[in-house]
């Protein structure tokens, strides 16, 4: 009688790279997550790279912890750090990356990216799999946020999954890029509290303290937060807010 042999699922390993304009050394919440969410990623085996534009004399590639591998492109910044975008200009140096690192998922950052939108379309061109990830809220009326939509709708129109960072943030995705709720999934923003863990000799006894840390923007929610302070503390008066922004 023949034994019979267990095989044993082997995980499919893949290779992703993490695209966006945000990424260190400029500071803030899209770079830290891409960072963060990349290290992750290849303690788990997986193989990651991420592509950016230059950042002054930063340019080509380099290398972070645990071999996380960046490229900086030669590309113009237009305004507010993301590159003009032009749909054709970064086609060739995404093409060969997508080639060379032989990519298997590309996983866009920020709606306000036009490096992630075009390297989300030009993947989607290739036939490898796309994720979207929208850090923010945007509005539908003024000329930014129209321009944003628009473009959004053209890349989110054949991308694999979106991923939101709140419930609030799905159903504005939702609205704004006229994406079936079913491809969009929410994994909220938390705070690692192995790293980040107040000193409690130093509370107020009698206070609950609420800290808010953001930029103070209509895209982060700010005016939700200006409308909820004034009656918290009316109400409440033993509620005091710290809030902390970036300079």
């Known amino acids: 009688m023949q034994k019979k042999t267990k095989k044993k699922h082997k995980k499919l390993k893949h290779n992703i790279c993490m695209i966006s304009d945000f990424f260190y050394p400029s500071t803030g919440g899209v770079e830290s997550h891409i960072y963060q969410l990349s290290q992750c990623l290849i303690a788990l085996g997986h193989k990651v790279i991420v592509v950016t534009h230059s950042y002054g004399d930063r340019t080509g590639v380099r290398y972070m912890t645990s071999g996380l591998k960046v490229y900086y492109l030669p590309m113009v910044v237009c305004y507010n750090g993301v590159i003009l975008p032009t749909f054709f200009n970064t086609l060739p140096l995404m093409r060969n990356i997508f080639l060379r690192e032989r990519i298997t998922i590309v996983h866009g950052h920020s709606a306000f990216s036009a490096m992630a939108n075009e390297g989300i379309m030009h993947a989607r061109n290739m036939g490898i799999k796309t994720v979207f990830t929208d850090h923010s809220l945007f509005g539908f009326a003024d000329a930014s946020a129209i321009i944003t939509n628009k473009l959004l709708q053209f890349t989110l129109a054949d991308c694999n999954h979106v991923i939101c960072v709140s419930h609030t943030g799905k ?59 004034g009656p918290i503390c009316q109400n409440h008066s033993d509620v005091q807010f710290i809030i902390g922004r970036k300079t």
Do not use: Q
């Open 171 to 229: 159903g504005n995705t939702v609205l704004r890029a006229a994406v079936k709720p079913n491809l969009v999934s929410v994994i909220p923003n938390a705070v690692d509290t192995t790293m980040f863990t107040p000193d409690e000799s130093k509370r107020h006894p009698n206070k609950i303290t609420i800290v808010v840390i953001s930029r103070l923007v209509y895209r982060k929610g700010i005016d939700l937060l200006e409308a909820v302070i």
